[in-house]
């Protein structure tokens, strides 16, 4: 499974936009790329995934590069309810493939 | 919406005890999977099903056994535990197992093993 990088945490102040980065410099042309959140005690929740443009969702935004080694995660207007772990994963097409979830980046939302 | 529900959400089980997690699910998903969540470790994979009355191994398999009897149901059965087994357990679904399907979790069964 090609692999992806993400700081291991975040700061951003509430009501402030908010860039979760994420590298995958080793991403094959079918690989989908999807974000996941964990909040405290909760199990992962999906957020957004795209292939190669951009994508919006009530959520967030997806940002993806030219030539798809890295994305962005975009939340507009950040919360006290989007602290979290956030993960960044890459799914590839074809036949049965797991989800692989790192550490992921921890996102401390400051009042 | 229930989603994805498990049980039960807390359990403590002594070396050598047997217990089953369910896991149900009311979205009509072909998919179902349990992983565990051990800190530092991000998500494992356990068992997976691909449909009912199917299973198969996923990362760590071992001390684990699961049954897909009806669609909307997957249990995982630990026949003797073992206090390396204390760990978070989240079940997922998924519609298929196509690169764009997000899967969908439950809340977790927090287990103990003394």
């Known amino acids: 499974d090609a692999k992806t990088t993400q700081p291991n945490s975040m700061e951003s102040n509430e009501e402030e936009p908010v860039h979760l980065p994420c590298n995958h410099s080793?991403?094959?042309?079918?690989?989908?790329i999807h974000w996941y959140r964990q909040l405290p005690s909760q199990g992962p929740e999906y957020v957004i995934h795209?292939?190669?443009s951009n994508v919006n969702n009530r959520m967030a935004s997806l940002a993806i590069a030219e030539d798809r080694k890295s994305s962005t995660l975009i939340l507009h207007r950040a919360t006290l309810r989007d602290a979290a772990v956030y993960y960044c994963i890459l799914r590839a097409s074809g036949g049965y493939q797991k989800v692989t979830f790192g550490i992921g980046t921890k996102l401390q939302v400051i009042p | 919406n229930a989603g994805v529900t498990q049980t039960p959400k807390f359990r403590v089980l002594k070396t050598g005890q047997s217990m089953t997690l369910l896991c149900a699910q009311d979205m009509n998903h072909e998919y179902m999977y349990w992983y565990r969540q051990d800190p530092g470790m991000g998500l494992r994979l356990i068992h997976y099903?691909?449909?009912?009355?199917?299973?198969a191994k996923g990362e760590v398999p071992d001390g684990y056994n699961v049954s897909r009897l009806k669609k909307q149901n997957f249990l995982l059965g630990l026949e003797s535990a073992a206090p390396s087994q204390t760990s978070v357990y989240f079940c997922?679904?998924?519609?298929?197992?196509?690169?764009?399907?997000?899967?969908?979790f439950g809340d977790g069964t927090r287990l103990s093993i003394l």
């Open positions: 795209g292939l190669t």
């Open positions: 099903s691909v449909g009912e009355g199917t299973t």
């Open positions: 080793t991403i094959s042309g079918t690989d989908y």
């Open positions: 997922a679904s998924s519609y298929s197992s196509g690169a764009g399907q997000p899967q969908h």
